[in-house]
Every structure is written in structure tokens, then in C-alpha cells.
């Protein structure tokens, strides 16, 4: 099974910016979509956006504007610029990859990553 690992986390101020990042440890058919999830304390998991190898993408409703996905390193390197970050966006972001992209049901997503925490403070 394909391993990822995030970074980039952690705290900023409402407006701020940061960058995450998500380590495959091969790219292969397994992790032809890819994409972020999160999830606040309370809610239920969230699909913020996903990118396939031929670089379609998708965003969540919530971020479109603000967030941008990309992919590189042959593919097996995920990104997720967030600008204009809002308290709303504050919950742990986590990395997802499978054979290919369709919408945000977590189910259909067979990798995760640990985690990686976002908090934005007003």
C-alpha cells in the first residue's frame, strides 16, 4: 500500500497563507487521483480538492478562489496552496490518494495520511 506523509502545517493569522505538502512513497495506478481532505473537532470529513494525473482538479465549494492543488516530482509530490485562509479552514488536512478521482465520498479513498493540523486564528 502507497505510504503518505504530510507537511506544512500549523498556525497563522486569518488572511495568512500556507502550503501544504504530501510525500507518496511511489507514484503508481494507486495514486492517479490525489487530493486533500480535513476535518474540524465535531465534524464530519470534508473533501477540499483533488488533482489526477492529467491535472484536472476539483474544489470544494468552500475554497475555490482561494486554494490551488498542483502535483510534481513525477506526480508522486501533492501540494495545497491555501491564500486567504479563514478560521473556518482551521481543522487537521489530510493527504488521499486512489485510481482515480470521482467526488468527495472519504469512502472511496483506499490511502491516508496521518495528518497534518491547520489552524487559522482571527
Known amino acids: 500500500q502507497v505510504q503518505l506523509v504530510e507537511s506544512g502545517g500549523g498556525s497563522v493569522q486569518a488572511g495568512g497563507s500556507l502550503r501544504l505538502s504530501c510525500a507518496a512513497s511511489?507514484?503508481?495506478?494507486?495514486?492517479?487521483?490525489m487530493g486533500w481532505f480535513r476535518q474540524a473537532p465535531g465534524e464530519e470529513r470534508e473533501g477540499v480538492a483533488t488533482i489526477d494525473g492529467g491535472g484536472s482538479t476539483t474544489y470544494a465549494d468552500s475554497v475555490a478562489g482561494r486554494f490551488t492543488i498542483s502535483r510534481a516530482n513525477a506526480k508522486s509530490t501533492l501540494y495545497l496552496q491555501m491564500n486567504s485562509l479563514k478560521p473556518e479552514d482551521t481543522a487537521m488536512y489530510y493527504c488521499v490518494a486512489d485510481f482515480f478521482c470521482s467526488d468527495f465520498d472519504p469512502t472511496r479513498f483506499r490511502s491516508w495520511g496521518q495528518g497534518t493540523q491547520v489552524t487559522v486564528s482571527s
Open positions: 511511489r507514484y503508481t495506478s494507486s495514486t492517479y487521483c
